[in-house]
T-cell receptor, first 112, second 112 residues
């Protein structure tokens, strides 16, 4: 089974609304990262949150991490049509060495 | 200047053929990776090299052989291609465990 699992699998919102997606994982981590993937493109790193951090902001992105619940959330505020993409969480597991384990992604559609 | 570049972008080939995908990064990163993304968008690590040394080798058929001539290059050679090898293959690089990965734009391999 996957280390990271995103919820929901797909999300459709109107431009200007906020988009929230969640990620759950199973093992202890060094950090958790969020990536964006536009259709047919590579993944782009958005934000990294360390295991001793609870919240992080970057522009219109807000990420939270709850290590007791082994979960994270990504909030995109005031969404734009250009935010349409798949969003992946990835965990840097303590026991796994330097590798990222990705979840299945959330497909976000922002309608203009 | 492209940070992580992969060639070719598209590869269509017949079953049984041997093919290679090349990857180069100009970021000065020490670690490079190959990931496979299947048709359901699930990403799975295949290999990781740190400064030309293999450090991660997931359960990948031995038809897949990575080669790192120097720390800026990580190539992937695939022998006796099978239909199930059809996927998008991503190269990535990173510097240490505190930063995100930089991904290439992917190579879409189709085996017919």
């Amino acid at each position: 089974s996957q280390q990271g699992e995103e919820d929901p699998q797909a999300l459709s919102i109107q431009e200007g609304e906020n988009a929230t997606m969640n990620c759950s994982y199973k093992t202890s981590i060094n950090n958790l990262q969020w990536y964006r993937q536009n259709s047919g493109r590579g993944l782009v790193h958005l934000i990294l949150i360390r295991s001793n951090e609870r919240e992080k902001h970057s522009g219109r992105l807000r990420v939270t991490l709850d290590t007791s619940k082994k979960s994270s959330s990504l909030l995109i505020t005031a969404s734009r049509a250009a935010d349409t993409a798949s969003y992946f969480c990835a965990t840097d597991e303590i026991a796994a060495g330097n590798k990222l384990t990705f979840g299945g992604g959330t497909r976000v559609l922002v309608k203009p | 200047d492209t940070a992580v570049s992969q060639t070719p972008k598209y590869l269509v080939t017949q079953m049984g053929n041997d093919k290679s995908i090349k990857c180069e990064q100009n970021l000065g990163h020490d670690t490079m990776y190959w990931y496979k993304q299947d048709s359901k968008k699930f990403l799975k690590i295949m290999f990781s090299y740190n400064n030309k040394e293999l450090i991660i080798n997931e359960t990948v058929p031995n038809r897949f052989s990575p080669k790192s001539p120097d720390k800026a290059h990580l190539n992937l050679h695939i022998n006796s291609l099978e239909l199930g090898d059809s996927a998008v293959y991503f190269c990535a690089s990173s510097q240490g465990g505190r930063y995100g990965y930089t991904f290439g734009s992917g190579t879409r391999l189709t085996v017919v």
